[in-house]
């Protein structure tokens, strides 16, 4: 951007932002508290609510793969206004939903504008950012992102509870919202200036093969975050109803919403950690957050599944954000977008793949089960990434000190 008046309203533009990153993310867990009333409505079971969640993750990396350099072409406003079109589709789906497969395309139209929003937005926010503030704008995406993914399910659990019409009203507010958003998009000086014409290309996932130890390294931890993170969006309304026993939407969606707003807070206050002891860090806490949700599952205590949300949020957080940061770090400048990429798409095939063989087993063997098996192999994954990294950490320390002293 360059001129007095563009700088004026680049500040509007940066708000705007904002709101429309944190509405079309709430967008897309709308429906969290929303599955046992759909499931009674229809007659479906947990694994067919593991699929229409999954879908949604398959929107996701889609749109990752196919739309990720995009807006570099044909400019951040197009493909903003693109995710909020594809997200008022996605809720008219929901407030007119009739049979199964109209859930089924209502969740892969929300996911279709997450991927889109997930870079394009993120951009957008540090690009309308005023220069005394560009120093917060990475946090204040971060806030948008993953603290509009948390409000989806509170509001909509607690409308489900006390207001009316709980399968139609959570959808009549979001078309409301982003109609907002559209408008003030639409209204949106462009903030990117091309100076040579690109062509519209998919985002090539690659990972250079020096790279390729790291990636499996910080994959695994994102992984086993995503699948917590699948878990609580898919079926903790299941596990509250049937397993604690509390027929209550806005519990549900207060659970739901928990492990996302502190992922939101530990990614905001461990920005400045150093990358490695903060991964560490958080794949510890991941496991701590697991174990306390089998504890939870074991001893019905709805305490402590918050706990386990909150210590899982925790830690899903700092795993999740230090991986990307160390990825980064290590990848060649041109090849730090495929590397990014790789990483997300890795991440939201582990909210998919999981949740789906969870819903599998609990129609087989019951919620209990499912859930702890689950667990347990995030502890595991998160066990495996954290010795890992020890490991690679006290590499880098000895070979530093060897190399300092043959430096004397």
């Known amino acids: 951007m360059s001129g007095t008046g563009d700088r004026r309203h680049s500040r509007g533009g940066f708000w705007l932002v904002v709101f ?16 046992a009333l759909y499931s009674a409505k229809l007659g479906f079971g947990v ?12 929107g996701v990396v889609a749109a990752l793969i196919i739309c990720g350099r995009w807006s570099d072409v044909v400019g951040r406003r197009p493909m903003l206004i ?11 789906a929901f407030v007119t939903a009739g049979p199964v497969w ?31 503030w560009r120093h917060r704008a990475p946090a204040i995406a971060t806030a948008a992102n993953i603290g509009g993914l948390g409000l989806g399910p509170l509001v909509t659990g607690v409308m489900a509870q006390y207001g009316r019409a709980p399968l139609e009203s959570p959808f009549v507010a979001d078309l409301i919202l982003l109609a907002v958003a559209g408008i003030g998009l639409w209204s949106l000086i462009e903030p990117v200036h091309r100076t040579a014409v690109g062509r519209l290309s998919i985002q090539p996932l690659a990972v250079p093969r020096a790279l390729r130890g790291e990636f499996l390294r910080t994959s695994i931890a994102a992984a086993a975050g995503f699948a917590v993170i699948g878990s609580f969006t898919a079926i903790a309304p299941a596990f509250v109803s049937t397993i604690l026993g509390i027929d209550n939407h806005a519990v549900a969606g207060g659970v739901a919403a928990t492990v996302f707003l502190f992922s939101a807070v530990s990614q905001l206050v461990g920005r400045r950690l150093p990358t490695h002891g903060a991964l560490i860090g958080g794949c510890a806490i991941l496991v701590v957050g697991v174990l306390s949700l089998v ?12 706990l386990g949300a909150a210590v899982s949020g925790i830690g899903q957080g700092l795993s999740f954000s230090k991986g990307l940061a160390s990825l980064i770090a290590a990848a060649p400048t041109d090849k730090r977008a495929e590397v990014s990429s790789a990483y997300f798409v890795v991440a939201y095939l582990a909210i998919s793949f999981p949740i789906v063989a969870q819903g599998f087993t609990a129609s087989r063997w019951g919620l209990y089960a499912a859930g702890l098996a689950l667990n347990i192999i995030v502890a595991l994954l998160a066990v495996l990434s954290l010795v890992w990294t020890v490991i690679v950490s006290r590499d880098a320390q000895t070979g530093q000190s060897m190399s300092s002293q043959r430096t004397r």
Not at 20 to 34: D, E, G, H, Q, W
Not at 47 to 58: D, H, K, M, R, W
Not at 113 to 130: D, H, K, L, R, S
Request: net charge negative; aromatic share 8%; proline share 4%.
């Open 20 to 35: 429309a990153f944190a509405v079309v993310m709430a967008s897309t867990t709308i429906p969290t508290p929303l599955y």
């Open 47 to 58: 694994l067919t609510s593991t699929v229409i969640f999954a879908v949604y993750a398959a």
């Open 82 to 92: 693109v995710g909020v079109i594809l997200s008022v589709a996605s809720a008219l």
């Open 102 to 132: 109209q859930l089924m395309v209502g969740r892969v139209l929300s996911g279709l504008a997450a991927g889109i929003y997930v870079g394009t937005a993120t951009a957008a926010v540090i690009e309308f950012a005023p220069e005394s």
């Open 295 to 306: 504890a939870a599952l074991t001893l019905r205590s709805i305490e402590l599944m918050l």
